[in-house]
Each structure stands twice: as structure tokens, then as C-alpha cells.
């Protein structure tokens, strides 16, 4: 079975800094998706970013990249200037065949931006 | 463009009542559906899926069914609720590229 874990319970990051979310993940498969989700106070899941296993080029969208080590089975999720906005809980995500595609969520971070 | 919309948004009901949860798609034809439920303060746990039509997967034993009528329809129903069916529940859709979008969910409390 897969599992995922998320080793931060909670971080907070101040306006405009950076901040890294860890994920680690354990599959047995070799092709398989990632994904960060995002979960503001409204608790609608909102899809970050995605991250196929057979790219070596981490993804990018706008502020969020991710840091996918796949032999380490590590997938980081950083943010760039940090809005107070992105104050959200945040899931990290695993879906393979095996799980016949159904998404195996981390338990999450609650990440607070101040000002 | 595609939606998902589900209802009800909030929902109260007592023990032993019966539960008819709905989600429906727009934009998109014969998708994978997925329904979820998430506890206070953790993560999501799968409880059905759907590929099509009458074809539904349960992954958690539970009092709780789910019923795919039509393509875009997802439906959650419980004959008798139990106070352990509290929670927040979300429908998704499934894009080509395995990507999972979510309704607005629902607020379950079962008093």
C-alpha cells in the first residue's frame, strides 16, 4: 500500500519569504502522479501543482515549485514570496495504478502566512 | 469549462435518519468520480469510486452507499446515520492526465 507522510503539523512563514512544505512517500511502483493541494479556511480543495514520476524536471507554477526526489521518494513543496493568501492547510497527494488512481493523501500542514 | 457542483452545502440530521448526498459534473463526459470524507483537522480519506455508469468501488466498510445513475451523477446515501458519519465530504472529478478536482463539499453533522 501506499502511504504518504507529512512531517510538519503546522509551519508559519512571514509575508514575501519562502517557505518549504516536506512529503515523503513509500510506493512500489514506477509510474505514479504527485500532487499539492491546497485547503484555505473555505475548505475547497484546490488542485498546486503536479508532478509526473517519469519527469526529472520539477514543476513549476508561478510561485509554488516542487523538489521531487524520486529515489529518495521525497516531493518538497516550496513558496516563493509568500502571500497571505496562501494561508491553507496543505495536502500532499500520491495516485498510481495500483491505487487504481484514487489520490492517497498526507494527513497535511497548516501553514500560516503573518504579516 | 468544467464544474462539479454537490448539495448540500450544510446538512444536520439525527441518528438513524437516512442520507442522500449529490454531486453532479458539468463539462465532461463518462469521468472517473471519487467521494471522499474528512474528519476535523485531518486528511481525506476515499470512500467510493466511480469509472461509469452502475460501476462503483468501496474502499472502507461502512453503512454508507454510492450509486453512479447517471455519468455525471454521483450519489452518497446512508439508510441510518451513525454520529461516527460526521464529517465533510467531497465529490471529484478525474481529468485524462489523473488530476482530481473538487466540488465544494459538504458539512455533515449527525446530532
Known amino acids: 500500500a501506499q502511504t504518504v507522510t507529512q512531517s510538519q503539523p503546522e509551519m508559519s512563514v512571514q509575508e514575501a519569504e519562502t517557505v518549504t512544505l516536506s512529503c515523503t512517500y513509500d510506493?512500489?511502483?514506477?509510474?505514479?502522479?504527485l500532487f499539492w493541494y491546497k485547503q484555505p479556511p473555505s475548505r475547497q480543495m484546490i488542485l498546486v501543482i503536479r508532478?509526473?514520476?517519469?519527469?526529472?524536471q520539477n514543476a513549476t507554477e508561478n510561485r509554488f515549485s516542487v523538489n521531487f526526489q524520486k529515489a529518495a521518494k521525497s516531493f518538497s513543496l516550496k513558496i516563493s514570496d509568500s502571500q497571505l493568501g496562501d494561508t491553507a492547510m496543505y495536502f500532499c497527494?500520491?495516485?498510481?495504478?495500483?491505487?487504481?488512481?484514487?489520490?492517497?493523501f498526507g494527513k497535511g500542514t497548516s501553514l500560516l502566512v503573518t504579516p | 469549462s468544467q464544474t462539479i457542483h454537490q448539495w448540500p452545502a450544510t446538512l444536520v440530521q439525527p441518528v438513524g435518519s437516512p442520507l442522500s448526498l449529490e454531486c453532479t459534473v458539468e463539462?465532461?463526459?463518462?469521468?472517473?468520480l471519487y467521494w471522499y470524507r474528512q474528519a476535523a483537522g485531518r486528511g481525506l480519506q476515499l470512500l467510493f469510486y466511480?469509472?461509469?455508469?452502475?460501476?462503483i468501488s468501496s474502499e472502507v466498510p461502512q453503512n454508507l452507499s454510492a450509486s453512479r445513475p447517471q455519468d455525471r451523477q454521483f450519489i452518497l446515501s446512508s439508510k441510518k446515520l451513525l454520529l461516527s458519519d460526521s464529517g465533510f465530504y467531497l465529490c471529484?472529478?478525474?481529468?485524462?492526465?489523473?488530476?482530481?478536482?473538487f466540488g465544494p463539499g459538504t458539512r455533515l453533522t449527525v446530532t
Open positions: 471529484a472529478w478525474e481529468s485524462s492526465s489523473y488530476e482530481q478536482y
Open positions: 510506493t512500489s511502483e514506477n509510474n505514479y502522479y
Open positions: 508532478q509526473e514520476a517519469y519527469k526529472q
Open positions: 497527494a500520491f495516485t498510481g495504478s495500483n491505487s487504481g488512481y484514487a489520490l492517497n
Open positions: 463539462g465532461t463526459s463518462n469521468p472517473n
Open positions: 466511480s469509472v461509469g455508469i452502475g460501476q
